[in-house]
């Protein structure tokens, strides 16, 4: 069974880009968390989704910042207009139900 | 502000020496809690988690204590490993139960 995946893992983008994370949750995982890491931080929570909801996006900017989990395919994380402040890394878990939650790779991504 | 946090940034120790990790915590109300392990460019892993209605929990070599009096968690490592090298974060469930929430992290540094 394939763990989660994220792609890409390294993303550079020019102020003013779009930037799309994808997240693949593991087989038979309906729920998928994202999360963002500063350097020398700790993960933020972002947004939590099942397929096709999103269940809570209290950690998500208002702006610029969208997320969604398609009934096919992976879940995306969208990011807008991006500024130097959005350099980070950032990663996807999922989980079966609501408890423990597997992490990706994450994708590291960088504003030039 | 943040629920969780951990006491000192950075902890060195010999290979084979024991490793004490400490987290504390002030949502009195938080009841699950959990240890992470992120090695450099990767995700967290999970290493173990602790109830509220538990004191102690043991896995292998690894052993979680909770003292909810004075709000603290720590992790210890016994035989600590060069592979053991990595930053630990503990991390506690939000009050809707939807996302974990993150200490900033110990870096644990093995040597040989």
């Known amino acids: 069974n394939a763990g989660v995946m994220q792609n890409p893992r390294h993303l550079v983008r020019r102020r003013g880009q779009e930037a799309r994370l994808r997240c693949s949750p593991m087989k038979g995982h309906s729920h998928v968390y994202w999360y963002r890491q500063l350097p020398e931080e700790g993960l933020k929570f972002m947004v939590y989704l099942q397929k096709e909801n999103i269940i809570d996006e209290s950690g998500m900017p208002k702006e610029r910042f969208s997320a969604e989990f398609p009934k096919e395919g992976p879940s995306i994380l969208r990011i807008q207009q991006v500024v130097r402040g959005d350099s980070a890394a950032y990663f996807c878990?999922?989980?079966?139900?609501?408890?423990?939650?597997?992490f990706g790779p994450g994708t590291r991504l960088t504003v030039l | 502000g943040e629920s969780v946090g951990l006491h000192l940034p950075t902890l060195s120790v010999q290979e084979g020496d024991n490793s004490i990790i400490n987290c504390a915590y002030s949502n009195s109300a938080s009841d699950y809690f959990i240890w992470y392990k992120q090695e450099s460019g990767k995700g967290p892993q999970f290493i173990i988690d602790i109830r509220s209605n538990m004191d102690k929990r043991q896995g292998q070599r690894v052993t979680v204590l909770l003292n909810k009096t004075v709000k603290h968690l720590s992790l210890q490592i016994a035989a600590t490993q060069p592979g053991d090298s990595a930053v630990y974060f503990c991390a506690d469930l939000n009050q809707a139960g939807t996302a974990l929430i993150f200490g900033k992290g110990t870096t644990l540094s093995v040597s040989s």
């Open positions: 878990a999922s989980s079966p139900n609501t408890g423990e939650q597997f």
